[in-house]
Structures are given as C-alpha cells and as structure tokens.
C-alpha cells in the first residue's frame, strides 16, 4: 500500500506566499510523475503542476510564474511554491504520485492525497 499526504495549506493574503508538500510512502520502488491538482467549489479539479522523474514541468497558464513544482526522490516528496498568490488561487490542493511498486513489473498505480485547503483572502 502507498500512501500520500498533504500539508502546508492555509489563509493567505492577495500577494502572499504558500509552500505545499507532499509526502509518498509505503510499498514505493520509485515514482514516476509527480503532480500538484486543485478543485475550487462548484468546479472541476484542474491540473495546476505536474514533474517528471527527469525534472520535465508542466504548468497551468493561471500559474505560470507564480508557481513551482519540486521534487526530491530521496523523500519522495513534491512540493509546489506558491507566490503572488491571487483569490482565484483559493481550492482544496492535492497531491498525486504515480507510483511503481515492484522491481519486478513496470506497471504503475497513481494515488491520491486527501487535499490541503489553500484560501486566499482579498
């Protein structure tokens, strides 16, 4: 079993900064990509940031440098820097992890963290 918790939300300023980090543990041989996704009330969830085990990014155009996505293999984290932070960034943030779990097979499973509330305040 794999699991991926979030932490770092909160209320924030318009303008203001938030670090995000996430966390994978369990049964983990290595991870492939890794993502940051968020879902504001009444909408669907979005992709906000995504990282590749090679360090490829992909970002939202709403986030596009304001935001970065990181990673570190040895801890298998991803956190995501938030700065310029804006009322539309306001959404339950989550985590995702697409995870190998055996030497064995190159098959592969994306989990899910249970989300962290962003709110930003005007």
């Known amino acids: 079993q794999v699991q991926v918790v979030e932490s770092g939300g909160g209320l924030v300023q318009a303008g203001g900064s938030l670090r995000l980090s996430c966390a994978a543990s369990g049964r983990i041989f290595t991870i492939n990509d890794m993502g940051w996704y968020r879902q504001a009330p009444g909408k669907q969830r979005e992709l906000v940031a995504t990282?590749?085990?090679?360090?490829?990014?992909n970002y939202a155009d709403s986030v596009k440098g304001r935001f970065t996505i990181s990673r570190d293999d040895a801890k298998n984290t991803v956190d995501l820097q938030m700065t310029s932070l804006k009322t539309e960034d306001t959404a339950v943030y989550y985590c995702?992890?697409?995870?190998?779990?055996?030497?064995?097979?190159?098959?592969?499973?994306?989990?899910w963290g249970q989300g962290t509330q962003v709110t930003v305040s005007s």
């Open positions: 990282i590749t085990r090679g360090r490829i990014t």
């Open positions: 995702n992890a697409d995870v190998r779990t055996s030497y064995y097979s190159y098959g592969s499973t994306v989990y």
